[in-house]
């Protein structure tokens, strides 16, 4: 298997997930293939003195901008940092220096990316210009503001335009990594990393910020089991008596259960989970609406439309025309 250099950039107060967590998704690939990674994963930081993040945890560079210079890399990650204003609001920081190291270096990178507010630094550095874009969405506003040349999207998991990749949220750069993985070697090897990582559900970068069927956590194990059987029997009739009778409980006690420790009716819930289903559908295949509709349990495509607006404001048509996810 080829090493791939993959260079992540470090810097004073930088967030430590946005550091760590691309290179322990790229790391469990080992586990999958009995040999190498495929990926050589170096931290790479002005000198070689301890970098502070954010966190207070502090992080040594594997090696310096000066050593990379001439070297052709082959993904560059760029993280993020920010701070907090009088007013509680977030304020992404892209230091001028960094910004000229990340602008040197990705004149020789075959992808560039970036995790969270790290998207700043590729505006600063012009990379994102006459591009689409994310980035946390406590600061897509400046983000817009800043760099009017961008098209900022602030809804996305993660955008891919072009050579050029940008994350949401901090935890989104787990997602962006697993794409990063499909892309250079395949879904069935990133799904596998996946469930490595215990991730729930492998999102497409379309999808919003804003899950919802897993704005809900259950601690109950049966719930839990439950959650999982509804997500991949969305198609099938999941009637209260049918979800009670999986649980060998009564219809009334269900009900209960899903008020108790999911805040919400069986009904609405697996209309949330037939929702997430069909927008994954219309994020990353060509299926027809119709197709989706039946396929997640929707059964007509009206019903599948009414269930959308409800939901995200906007039809399944629309909805596939905003976040459909191509390379």
Known sequence: MIERLVVVVLFDQVDLLDVTGPPEVFSLLRRETDGPTGYEVVLAAETM??????????????????RLAGRAVDTLIVPGSVEVEEDGRAKALADPAVVERVRRLAANTR????????????????????????????TAAQLAAEHPKIEVDPDPIFIRDG?????????????????????????????????????????????????VPLKTVSASRRVEELRHYITEHVGDRLSVADLAAHLHISDRQLTRVFKTE????????????????????????????????????????DTLNRAFRRAMGVTPTEYRRRFRVRA
């Open 262 to 301: 999911l805040g919400t009716t069986p009904a609405a819930y697996i209309e949330s989970a037939r929702i997430e289903v069909a927008r994954n559908r219309l994020e990353a295949t060509d299926d027809t609406v119709a197709r989706v509709a039946t396929a997640c349990g929707f059964g007509t495509v």
């Open 49 to 66: 003195d301890p970098v502070t993040t954010s966190a207070g945890v502090r992080v040594l560079p594997d090696t310096t901008f000066e």
């Open 163 to 211: 050579d050029v990749w940008t994350g949401a949220g901090i935890s989104s750069c787990i997602d962006l990594a697993l794409a990063l993985v499909a892309d250079d070697f395949g879904d069935v090897l990133a799904q596998k990393v996946a469930r490595q990582l215990v991730v729930y559900l492998k999102r497409p970068g379309g999808q919003s910020q804003f899950s």
């Open 111 to 138: 992808r560039v990316t970036s995790v969270c507010v790290g998207a700043h630094i590729l505006a600063a550095a012009g990379l994102l210009d006459g591009r689409r874009a994310t980035t946390h969405w406590s």
